[in-house]
């Protein structure tokens, strides 16, 4: 039943199902927004530098590879932005790739777990995975 009303117009749904996909949106939207808050703005940075970074020479020097890091993540997504975006023009099953990022970034995301005192290259690895997943979805979205 859900395969088969993928691809109809939100006005030929049932309201049950129209009810539903509102609601998987609104959820999404809910999560996406969280990324942006908690791992790119509040925590993560903060993180970084005191925990992941806490090796490192200085505060100073955690602070500029956690910059390098989110501007190599940020580099990423550029490229690959319009190249998704095309795809996504063309193609059919734009929500198949959404997921697909969605996926990446839940891992990369999800894999900031491990991080402990010292690692800053592995939190660096696993923030530019998650990010690439988090931009890249927002191509699909």
């Known amino acids: 039943m859900i395969a088969a009303n993928a691809n109809l ?12 996909r509102i609601r998987a949106w609104a959820l999404y939207d809910w999560a996406n927004s ?17 925990v992941a ?3 490192l020479p200085s505060a ?5 590879y956690w910059s ?7 580099f990423i997504v550029a490229l690959l932005s319009p190249i998704l975006g095309t795809v ?4 059919r099953g734009k929500k198949k ?3 697909i990022f969605v996926a990446i970034g839940v891992i990369g995301t999800g894999l900031l777990f491990l991080i402990d005192t010292g690692d800053w290259l592995l939190a660096s690895v696993f923030f530019v995975i998650g990010r690439i997943g ?3 979805a927002n191509v699909f979205y």
């Open 134 to 136: 988090f931009g890249a």
């Open 34 to 50: 969280a990324f942006a808050t908690t791992i790119l703005a509040a925590v993560l940075p903060a993180y970084y530098s005191s």
């Open 68 to 74: 390098i890091t989110l501007s190599i993540s940020v």
């Open 53 to 55: 970074g806490s090796t």
């Open 9 to 20: 117009p939100l006005n030929q749904l049932s309201e049950k199902e129209y009810k539903r």
């Open 88 to 91: 996504s023009d063309i193609m």
């Open 60 to 64: 100073a020097t955690a602070t500029q």
């Open 97 to 99: 790739f959404l997921s």
